[in-house]
């Protein structure tokens, strides 16, 4: 998803009257004008979960 989706995501999850927490289980690379910027974010809330190399 691009960084533009991942924002509108994240306000549309807040604006929950109790979010539910989330756990964050699917990921996918956020791109920025169609290049990866080498984050993950969160499919459901839109959070930014960086990815760590093992
Ligand atoms: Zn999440």
């Given amino acids: ?3 533009i ?3 509108a995501l994240r306000v549309k999850w807040k604006q929950q009257v109790d979010p539910p927490p989330c ?3 699917n ?3 956020e791109l ?3 290049s ?3 984050n993950y974010n969160c499919i459901v809330c839109g959070e ?3 990815h ?3």
């Fill in 36 to 38: 990866s910027t080498g």
């Fill in 32 to 34: 920025s004008d169609s």
């Fill in 48 to 50: 930014c979960v960086v």
């Fill in 5 to 7: 989706q991942a924002a």
């Fill in 23 to 25: 756990e964050h289980l």
């Fill in 52 to 54: 760590k190399p093992q």
């Fill in 27 to 29: 990921l996918e690379l």
């Fill in 1 to 3: 998803m691009t960084t």
